[in-house]
């Protein structure tokens, strides 16, 4: 029998260590026992300055849900264009601590300050994104205007400051 796993303050600092120490901002912690399981469910710590290049899911399972747990979580969504056409501040323990995303939508997440976690739910198994689902006007993670990029989608959230 597997052991049950309490998601407790030690856990979400250890995974909160991990993510200030990683090159990409970030780390998850995943409950699902293999990537081709049909349920994902798991954690993700992500860092002030972490770049999640937007993208989206064209599989109708694909829908997924996040909750803060921790911190303050910003969701930013586009239109086919590119342009932002909503975005909104999740934060633990507030008026709005989570969204649910259908599948098709184009979407974007960013830390809105140190030590932020989210759990996150959506359909398996893990599969690459595919070029359809990357948004074509938005930089990759690895290029030289991603931080730039993801700076103005942070300063969305300093306007509403």
């Not at 303050?72 to 909503?86: E, H, K, N």
């Not at 599948?103 to 994104?129: D, N």
């Not at 931080?147 to 509403?160: E, G, I, K, N, V």
Request: with cysteine; charged share 25%.
């Amino acid at each position: 029998m597997d052991t049950p796993t309490f998601i407790d303050r030690a856990l979400l600092d250890s995974l909160v260590d991990e993510a200030m120490t990683s090159p990409r901002r970030r780390r998850n912690r995943n409950f699902h026992r293999h990537e081709s399981d049909a349920a994902h469910r798991l954690l993700n710590a992500i860092e002030p300055g972490s770049y999640v290049p937007p993208h989206r899911h064209l599989d109708p399972a694909k829908d997924e849900t996040m909750l803060v747990v921790r911190g303050s979580l910003g969701v930013v969504f586009f239109d086919d264009a590119g342009q932002p056409v909503r975005h909104a501040e999740l934060r633990a323990g507030s008026d709005c601590i989570g969204v649910d995303i259908p599948h098709g939508v184009f979407h974007s997440v960013l830390a809105c300050e140190p030590g932020t976690v989210f759990f996150e739910a959506k359909a398996g198994p893990w599969q690459v994104l595919t070029e359809a689902e990357r948004a074509p006007w938005a930089p990759a993670e690895n290029d030289a205007q991603a931080a730039a990029y993801q700076a103005s989608l942070r300063a969305l959230f300093d306007a509403a400051d």
